[in-house]
Nanobody, 116 residues
Framework: QVQLVESGGGLVQPGGSLRLSCAAS????????MAWYRQAPGKQRELVAAITSGGSISYADSVKGRFTISRDNAKNTVYLQMNSLRPEDTAVYYC??????????WGQGTQVTVSS
């Protein structure tokens, strides 16, 4: 089992920044990949950014150049730095941990609202 606790969401004006954090209950060495997803009202959950245990990183086209995923192995924490936020980034953001033997684990979600 992996428990994931997200923090850092909130209300921000367009063009602003937020940093999301996701703390995992066990070492990243037992997790194959960590990722951030988001789900806006009336839309499907979509992958925003992912980082594998080997350090490979990928982003959705809509956030490339604005968002950065990173991790701190010592703290078992993954981050999502979000810059130049737009109203269309408004969504509930979910942390995900994937283990190839156990499947997916999800955090409870944190709301990000971009509005003036």
């Amino acid at each position: 089992q992996v428990q994931l606790v997200e923090s850092g969401g909130g209300l921000v004006q367009p063009g602003g920044s937020l940093r999301l954090s996701c703390a995992a209950s066990r070492s990243f060495f037992s997790i194959n990949a960590m990722a951030w997803y988001r789900q806006a009202p009336g839309k499907q959950r979509e992958l925003v950014a992912a980082i594998t245990s080997g350090g490979s990183i990928s982003y959705a086209d809509s956030v490339k150049g604005r968002f950065t995923i990173s991790r701190d192995n010592a703290k078992n924490t993954v981050y999502l730095q979000m810059n130049s936020l737009r109203p269309e980034d408004t969504a509930v953001y979910y942390c995900n941990a994937y283990n190839r033997h156990e499947g997916d684990y999800w955090g409870q979600g944190t709301q990000v609202t971009v509005s003036s």
